[in-house]
């Protein structure tokens, strides 16, 4: 299952993967050993300004939201938030021009697990790399791949039309 921004995912089925694409935005993964239940959320920014008002549909988007609901549905199934164990991934400063978005998504993600006490077993964060998130949560294992920075320019494919016009052929 493949989660996006302002989604989450909590598995308690061994080989069921969740899956996420990041840049700046970063991803907490969660489990909880003993429960044997796990889950992953994909966050846009760590808090709002205190200036911005949030609606309750954009709430999710930010960590600390995010994160309360990932935790809260975990322990709604079982987990034990002093058994929570974390991966974090992402907070990579893809564009120049965002300045360091990236950087502040990765610190709040820190923070957030040093304040709440949740040892962070796993963490890939920063740099200027996407990156790909592979979470097993059932089993609390990871796979993070790094996305290439610029997507190679292929050559153009010749096309040929047909000589008459109005006609088009479909394949």
Request: net charge negative; charged share 20%; aromatic share 6%.
């Amino acid at each position: 299952m493949s989660i996006v921004q302002g989604e989450n995912a909590i598995v308690a089925e061994p080989e069921v993967l969740i899956s996420t694409l990041l840049g700046s935005c970063v991803a907490a993964c969660l489990y909880d050993p003993v429960a044997k239940l796990g889950g992953m959320n994909h966050f846009l920014l760590g808090e709002p300004g205190a200036d911005h008002r949030v609606g309750m549909n954009e709430m999710s988007r930010y960590g600390l939201h995010a994160m309360e609901l990932l935790i809260n549905g975990m322990m709604a199934r079982g987990a034990m938030r002093s058994r929570l164990r974390a991966h974090l991934y992402g907070g990579g400063n893809i564009v120049s021009g965002l300045g360091s978005i990236g950087s502040s998504n990765a610190a709040f993600a820190r923070r957030f697990m040093a304040d709440e006490g949740i040892e962070v077993a796993h963490s890939d964060l920063g740099g200027t790399s996407a990156r790909k998130v592979e979470f097993l949560a059932y089993d609390g294992r990871s796979r993070c791949s790094r996305v290439a920075d610029r997507v190679p320019e292929l050559p153009p494919i010749p096309v040929s039309l047909p000589s008459s016009v109005g006609e088009l052929e479909l394949f």
